[in-house]
């Protein structure tokens, strides 16, 4: 095509530069370069996608919509770079992120999860060059001159040097492809890689004589970075290089939390050990170079730096919920809920997914489908009813109340594991999966953040992920407050001997026993301190309704929030 085209029928430009049914037959052609079924609609132009202001790449040439699945091309940056007629190419590459590479999003986040055992320092991320070569290597099967004029055009718009990373990317197609030397790195980058790193040109043959020899994914991607590590650090300084620039390099969709989750326990359990054991017999990687053992959430930080996610705080906290949601089913035993339905009016409210130990009958399999199309079987979505009545107040032992302390003893669960989090998570579960309600208190020495009344297991889960910090301040008019306000419910505090201490305050003794008057049961949970509780304040400790548990350790607290649970829900 030309620029300026018309399309045949004597109508104006689909964009500038750009005929509409130009671009029906480069759909067209794309589509069948890989020869498969593909769901999705036509391309459309960059600026009309509901996704495009929440891209993380600058100026992006090209992706897909991750809300639509719409594929999307920036037309105006094609036309720029002079590589117009190389719209057919650009299409088959995004297809090919979305039939091959990678196969799942669940083996992309397993990836991106490898990537910081394998490459802990950087701060970037090669993943998303790793897919680009596999799918440029099978588009260039046919069209390597059209992604030549990508990389040129790119190159053209980013006066040299290079990022060293990039250049020996480009070197790889220019021995993958048979291109003479200079036709993707210009000169002045390649004497610069010359004399930094001397020997990037047989690095980069070599590379492709070994690469595409390799059968298995985790395999390849062990190699991938073995190498790639050279290119990194610059030989002079130390530094890292940043993460380079690249076209078509931010148009892999994302993993869902749920994928990270599971990607992590994965991790966790030895996915890609086979590959790194193998890596390192190959003489790849060096003993010492890969992190052997990481927990949950040092690979959420490597994540989270790797630039994964978008926005990192939200997506920090997507990542811990889903991985303590992990810990809650590990203490709780997942049974479908099958209660009978209420004969209390509700409202049809948000949807929000479906996870195991939700009510089968409560998904919504038109919307799922709707939403999900093909995937609506394997995640499908259920449907949020609210309470009409749902301020007013309820009676009976479903109703549970929590006070967590997160005083500055106690780690920020979305960065550290704390077990008193998990303790107060598995307690809401097991009282909302036997039909109950959750609210909570989240307390150190300020102001406790409160919750209302919580029904679903995952809000309860991520509410219990605040974090107050500070000194230790029990809220004892709060704790007054709700005890006149709903009776006849279960309370339960968690907390360390700081509780003991909160006691000599003067509202302290009177709150907690007027609170105990009034509830179900009022249960302390203290990982330290019982015998000072049983000696200075006898009347609480052997008060009819109160129940003190004394935890030996941290690491015993959520097998006591285990029992504590069996003995309160699964009579």
Partial sequence: ??????????????????????????????????????????????????????????????????????????????????????????????????????????????????????????????????????????????????????????????????????????????SLWGLDQSTLVDMETANVMEEMFPA??????????????????????????????????????????????????????????????????????????????????????????????????????????????????????????????????????????????????????????????????????VASVMERGPLAAAMPRRRVLAREDEGESETGATALEIYLDTSGSMPVPTEEFNAMTLAGQILSAAAIRSGGRVRAAIYSDGDPITSNWLYGESTARQFLLNYAGGGTRFPFGLLREWAEDEPRVIRVVISDRGFIYDLEREEGPGAVLEAADASELMIVILTDGTELLQKGWPAIFDHRNTRIMGVASLTDLASVARRLADALYRT
């Fill in 200 to 365: 990037w040109r047989a690095d980069a043959r070599m590379f492709g004589h070994t690469f595409y020899g390799l059968v298995d994914t985790y395999l390849q991607f062990v190699y991938f970075c073995s190498v790639f590590l050279r290119y990194i650090t610059s030989p002079s300084t130390g530094d890292d290089f940043a993460r380079p620039s690249v076209p078509l390099g931010d148009d892999v969709p994302q993993p869902s939390p749920a994928d990270y989750a599971g990607a992590i326990r994965a991790i966790e359990q030895g996915r890609g050990e086979s590959a790194l054991e193998e890596a390192q017999h190959r003489g790849w990687i060096e003993d010492g170079e890969v992190l052997d053992e990481m927990d949950a959430f040092e690979i959420i930080d490597g994540l989270v730096q790797g630039g994964h996610g978008r926005g990192v705080a939200k997506f920090r906290e997507m990542l811990a919920e889903r991985h303590y949601a992990h810990l809650v089913d590990r203490h709780l035993v997942e049974l479908p809920a099958t209660e009978v339905p209420s004969s209390d009016p509700r409202i049809p409210e948000t949807l929000v997914s479906w996870e195991p130990g939700d009510d089968p009958r409560a998904i919504d399999w």
């Fill in 1 to 174: 095509m030309t620029k300026g085209h018309q399309d045949s029928s004597g109508g104006s430009n689909f964009v500038s530069g750009f005929g509409a049914e130009d671009v029906q037959q480069a759909w067209e052609e794309a589509l069948a370069m890989w020869g498969k079924y593909v769901v999705l609609s036509p391309p459309e132009p960059y600026g009309e996608s509901s996704d495009d202001d929440q891209w993380p790449g600058d100026d992006p040439l090209a992706f897909i919509d991750l809300e639509t699945r719409q594929v999307v091309v920036n037309y105006e940056l094609l036309h720029a770079m002079d590589a117009a007629d190389s719209l057919s190419a650009v299409l088959a590459h995004e297809i090919g992120h979305h039939v091959a590479y990678p196969r799942t999003l669940g083996e992309l986040a397993t990836l991106q999860t490898l990537e910081r055992q394998l490459l802990p320092g950087f701060t970037g991320s090669l993943v998303n060059l790793f897919l680009d070569l596999q799918v440029n290597e099978f588009v260039g099967r046919s069209d390597a001159e059209a992604l030549v004029a990508v990389y040129r055009g790119f190159r053209a718009r980013h006066t040299p040097p290079i990022n060293p990373i990039f250049a020996f990317y480009l070197g790889i197609y220019e």
